[in-house]
């Protein structure tokens, strides 16, 4: 049995091989029958008078062979005493005389490329093929044939209000909606709250601070009491948030303060006067714009405007929550830097901290120019993201994968922004288990399993699905 | 400025001595300087005083308080030395003056309103992709809080020398200290990599030179004597670094060519030859010091002047044609295009301060002290501003260089 086994997976591995290193012979085999297929058309659009689609179908084979001399002179070129081809200067814009010859048109054209598009979905149903092999060989079959059952049921499509796409975009329609649901709770249904007299700890800080507070947080500062509201609605949102989108029940810890300063001066103030500040830690604190500070359930942040400290206490809340929940840390950067900027940016509209190296793959000009352009509120990620996917050398997801907060590129910020919004919008039963798994270190094997296809793959299809997230 | 010069001053022991500092023909001590002295005349004396009185040095003030010329108590040459100071002061204000309007450095990734950042060209074959495709605008959304934009008009800046401590330009003093000997000299290096944490580094391999120019603090030095160095003369040192200093102090820092090119012309205008050959370490030929005009002239009867003859000339090795062909555009553009070299001086200044820089991440960069402008981005900004240039000079070069 073991032999007979062994053999059978021989097989099947050298059938896949096969099939693989066949696939341009076969292709090019049905391009050729498919050029003489167009040039029967095109014969018969001559005998009807239809020169605008005769036209069309020599367009059509010069893209399959540039060298056709026929379809070359048909669209007007000449040919130069080297050998090459010279276009018309002033091209003809011919006409088709038969009306009723050309309603006829379209089904002869359909005629003469079926084999072709044959071909393809027969490569499809053979198996063995690569993932580019797979994807070249459908957008083959549908350039041809659009709606072409057979090649979209192998690609699992379905039909959307769109036309047809992948299942995971019918399904983060859906669950986009949800989520819109979800930040309106987050921000809407926690409890209000409300102003409240200083603690003695916070009294020992030479501050002119106030309070407020919920049942669960405080927020303390120097900013006006309507900022030190707002920051406190978006840390309980975000609280909620994450329980809601990623299904965890965890929550702030215990006597959970926020510290907001006005001014980045008044840090001195608060990093000298905490009591779980040594002298020792104070060097560190100092350069940062914020910190949660360690073994205590305090948070502080000092730079920026409300917006700036706004995004950058909720990532450190964030980053809090999903290290108790999941055991995610800076060191799964994919998850860390992913997960925060589309919960962030969910909850309270910016993206405002994140960490990024400068770029392996761009050259520091491009490099500078794509930091620019995330930065800026207005910059749409998605769209960002989907020219990074569709550039000749986009970052690989499965070393994205391996890669701690700070070793990622700009453009690996960008990508991680995307998988994470595939999963919460796509993968929405499974985010939760890809977490919990990542935080073991097993954040590669987890991803490919809850897509289920292997990482090479899925970077077609995630660039597939932004295109459909429209 | 004020903190730096304090701080200096404190690492400098303190000693005893009678020494002076010489402004406008009369003698003051260092505890009883003239209320009238300007602010950063002041600044400079305080930051090096201190160390004048323990090595017995005197200070020496040029009459406009740009330049501290600092040197042995007992100096018998100061005459000489502050009529050069005064030479080289007049001609530089005479060939450059200051850009009508200096240019702001554009603001980089970390600066929360820059203007928007150029979109790319579409590679794709579709519309972009919304962000948030039900809704585009946001306007459902319930948090409603934005980042803060700038709708007034922004306030009136002063430009400034960057990593000069913030200090506006054409308004620092200068300061040139001629140093008696090796062992003076270590003792400022150590001084100004103690007191300029930037210079820390730089301080301890700077031991094997015989001088510096630095933009930031403002200060110069050379030694004025050396038993190792031959076909050395003070003077011209005074002059080459002085102009040097100049030019940071009006334009911040240019390309090298230019920034050489200057001080050789300056050399040859105030003294008639070129003695100061920066990164050399070969044989100078006597008969070198005056034949750069000569060779210049023959060398263009035979070629056009190309952009890599003097824009590739990077600091830290000299290739004397190179270094001869600076020079030669330098005489060129002060004779012929003075009136547009303010500007073009400024747009170099922006262009490396804009992209000397490296991102250490999102929000903060440091400075790329190495940083050249590449030629082919100098080469643009030549043409930008002076047009087809490079014909115009070949022709003066062959015809004017050289006095008939």
């Known amino acids: 049995m073991s032999v007979m086994a062994g053999a059978l997976v021989a097989l099947t591995w050298l059938g896949a091989a096969g099939a693989r290193q066949d696939f341009d012979g076969r292709v090019q085999a049905a391009r050729t029958a498919l050029v003489k297929d167009l040039e029967g058309y095109a014969a018969w659009c001559q005998s009807k008078d239809l020169f605008l689609e005769k036209q069309k179908a020599w367009e059509f084979v010069l ?208 990093i000298d006067n905490h009591p779980a500040i040594t002298p020792e830690q104070r060097a560190w604190y100092l350069p940062l714009e914020g910190a949660g500070i360690q073994g205590t359930a305090d948070f502080a942040f000092w730079t920026g405007d409300e917006s700036r400290k706004i995004d950058g206490v909720v990532r450190l809340v964030l980053g809090y929550l999903m290290s108790g929940a999941y055991e995610i840390t800076v060191a799964q950067g994919w998850a860390y830097e992913g997960f925060g900027l589309v919960l962030t940016r969910s909850l309270v509209r910016t993206r405002m901290t994140w960490l990024a190296q400068p770029s392996a793959v761009l050259d520091a000009k491009a490099d500078f120019a794509l930091r620019q352009r995330l930065i800026e509120p207005e910059t749409n990620w998605m769209d960002e993201a989907h020219q990074l996917l569709a550039a000749p050398q986009p970052p690989k997801v499965a070393e994205l994968l391996k890669k701690s907060a700070n070793q990622l590129t700009t453009e690996d910020v960008l990508l991680t922004y995307a998988l994470a919004t595939y999963l919460l919008e796509a993968q929405a039963e499974d985010v939760g288990q890809v977490l919990s798994r990542a935080g073991t270190g097993a954040g590669a094997m987890a991803v490919q399993q809850a897509v289920d296809m292997d990482l090479d793959a899925f970077e077609l299809h995630l660039r597939r699905w932004l295109s459909e997230r429209n | 400025m004020s903190t730096v010069a304090l701080s200096l001053v404190a ?124 809704d585009p605008e946001g306007g459902d959304h319930p948090w409603k809080i934005k980042p ?30 001629v140093l008696r000997n090796p062992d003076d000299f270590e003792v400022v290096l150590k001084s100004l990599g103690k007191t300029f944490p930037h210079l820390a580094d730089w301080s301890k391999e700077a031991k094997a030179l015989q001088g510096f120019v630095l933009p930031a603090p403002l200060v110069g030095a050379y030694l004025e004597t050396h038993p190792s160095l031959e076909e050395w003369d003070p003077d011209h040192e005074l002059v080459s670094r002085l102009a040097r200093l100049s030019l940071l102090r009006r334009f911040g820092e240019l390309p090298n060519w230019f920034a050489l090119g200057y001080a050789w012309h300056l050399e040859i205008a105030l003294q008639g030859a070129v003695y100061c050959f920066p990164w050399r370490d070969e044989f100078v030929w006597a008969t070198e010091h005056t034949a750069w005009p000569h060779s210049i002239e023959q060398r263009y009867e035979r070629e056009r002047v190309k952009p890599g003859d003097f824009l590739a000339f990077v600091r830290g090795k000299y290739v004397d044609d190179m270094a001869r062909a600076s020079w030669a555009m330098v005489e060129y553009l002060v004779a012929k295009e ?67």
């Open chain 1, 63 to 270: 893209t399959l062979d540039p060298e056709h001399a026929e379809a070359r002179k048909g669209l007007g070129f000449t040919r130069a005493k080297d050998g090459t081809w010279k276009a018309p200067v002033k091209p003809k814009i011919p006409k088709n005389f038969d009306k009723g010859d050309l309603a006829e048109a379209p089904a002869r054209l359909q005629a003469a490329t079926a084999g072709y598009v044959g071909a393809m979905v027969a490569l499809l149903e053979g198996g063995g093929l690569s993932p580019q092999q797979e994807e070249r060989a459908a957008a083959e079959a549908l350039r041809y044939d659009p709606d072409n059952a057979a090649v979209h049921g192998k690609l699992g499509d379905v039909r959307g209000e769109k036309g047809w796409v992948l299942p995971e975009t019918v399904r983060a329609k859906a669950r986009r909606e949800e989520m819109r649901g979800f930040v309106k709770k987050a921000l809407e249904e926690g409890p209000a709250p409300a102003p409240v007299p200083l603690l003695e700890r916070e009294k020992k800080i030479p501050l002119s601070m106030k309070a407020v507070a919920t049942p669960s947080l405080r927020v303390v500062g120097t900013v006006p009491e309507e900022e030190l509201l707002h920051a406190a609605q978006a840390v309980q949102g975000i609280e909620r948030l994450l329980q809601l989108a990623c299904n965890t029940d965890h929550r702030l810890p215990n006597g959970a303060t926020v510290f907001l300063l006005a001014d980045p001066a008044e840090k001195t103030a608060l």
């Open chain 2, 11 to 134: 690492l400098l022991l303190a000693g005893g001595g009678d020494p002076t500092l010489h402004w406008k023909d009369k003698d003051y001590a260092f505890d009883a300087l003239p209320p009238e002295l300007p602010p950063a005349a002041h600044a400079a004396v305080g930051a090096w005083m201190a160390w004048a009185k323990t090595a017995d040095y005197r200070m020496d003030l040029d009459p406009s308080a740009r330049v501290l010329l600092v040197t042995r108590a007992a100096n018998g040459h100061i005459e000489k030395q502050m009529e050069l100071v005064a030479g080289v002061l007049e001609r530089f204000d005479r060939e450059l003056v200051a850009p009508a309007q200096r240019r702001e450095v554009p603001p980089p990734a970390s600066a929360l309103e820059p203007k928007k950042p150029e979109k790319p060209a579409k590679t794709g074959d579709h519309p972009p992709l919304p962000e948030d495709p039900e």
């Open chain 2, 148 to 177: 803060q934009t700038t709708t007034t008009a922004p306030e009136p800046v002063t430009v400034t020398r960057w990593g000069a401590l913030d200090v506006p330009f054409d308004t620092e003093t200068m300061v040139l200290l």
């Open chain 2, 338 to 404: 003075t009136a547009k070299l303010p500007d073009l001086l400024d747009e170099l200044r922006v262009y490396r301060e804009e992209h000397g820089r490296i991102m250490d991440d999102a929000r903060t960069w440091h400075r790329d002290v190495d940083y050249e402008i590449p030629a082919a981005e100098q080469q643009a900004l030549m043409l930008k501003h002076l047009g087809p240039y490079l014909d115009r000079a070949t022709f003066w070069l062959r015809k004017e260089l050289v006095p008939e």
